[in-house]
């Protein structure tokens, strides 16, 4: 059974750092495209991050301006989100989330997503 | 960056009813619209991918249409589990860009 887990939110002050873990079971990591994606709350979805299984380029939402890290272990088999500088406007809940390819190297869908964690950006 | 617009931003029908949800494109975004469903408390879930193939287990009565800039979600016949938020993503560029929701109200 597929399943990711993510742990590492918290309380943290503005301008401080956090990282951020999704463990994967149930599939092997590097042969899925990565993803994060967030939920301020009361607010849609916005996609964060995501890393290729086929080049192994990751890349970013251009709001962060160089923020964020996104990074696997894959003798872990886990998925990593380094945020650094944080502000208020990261208040949100991180969730991780599997794609897979249309015919295997095309578009993505994220089709395995965590149950998130909540990241809180506060005095 | 590509923009997605849903419409509309809140939708008030009963069970059984048949409802559609238009998201469009700021540029041609070819077939490349996904459709996700998402409950109070949960992560979303996958519908649709690739504009009209329905995700593995998602009910017959969940479809997508479109290309180019335009795209619909239907679901033909409302069940009580399907009040939720709906969100269309564009995977054409790497900027996987969301929109903002639709939520799917008891009438």
């Known amino acids: 059974e597929v399943q990711l887990v993510e742990s590492g939110g918290g309380l943290v002050k503005p301008g401080g750092s956090l990282r951020l873990s999704c463990a994967a079971s149930?599939?092997?990591?590097?042969?899925?495209?990565m993803n994060w994606v967030r939920q301020a709350p009361g607010k849609g979805l916005e996609w964060v991050s995501s890393?290729?299984?086929?080049?192994?380029?990751?890349y970013y939402a251009d709001s962060l301006k160089g923020r964020f890290t996104m990074s696997s272990d894959n003798a872990k088999n886990s998925l990593y989100l380094q945020m650094n500088s944080l502000r208020a406007e990261d208040t949100a809940v991180y969730y991780c989330?599997?794609?897979?390819?249309?015919?295997?190297?095309?578009?993505?869908?994220?089709?395995?997503w965590g149950q998130g964690t909540l990241v809180t950006v506060s005095s | 960056d590509i923009q997605m617009t849903q419409s509309p931003s809140s939708l008030s029908a009963s069970v059984g009813d048949r409802i559609t949800i238009t998201c469009r494109a700021s540029?041609?975004?070819?077939?490349?619209v996904n459709w996700y469903q998402q409950k109070p408390g949960k992560a979303p879930k996958l519908l649709i991918y690739?504009?009209?193939r329905l995700q593995s287990g998602v009910p017959s009565r969940f479809s997508g249409s479109g290309s180019g800039t335009d795209f619909t979600l239907t679901i033909s016949s409302l069940q009580p589990e399907d009040f939720a938020t709906y969100y269309c993503?564009?995977?054409?560029?790497?900027?996987?860009?969301f929109g903002q929701g639709t939520k799917l109200e008891i009438k």
């Open positions: 989330a599997r794609a897979f390819l249309l015919y295997g190297s095309g578009p993505p869908a994220f089709d395995y």
């Open positions: 149930g599939f092997t990591l590097s042969s899925h495209s």
């Open positions: 890393i290729s299984s086929s080049t192994g380029y990751i």
């Open positions: 540029q041609s975004i070819r077939s490349y």
């Open positions: 690739a504009a009209s």
């Open positions: 993503q564009q995977s054409y560029s790497t900027q996987y860009t």
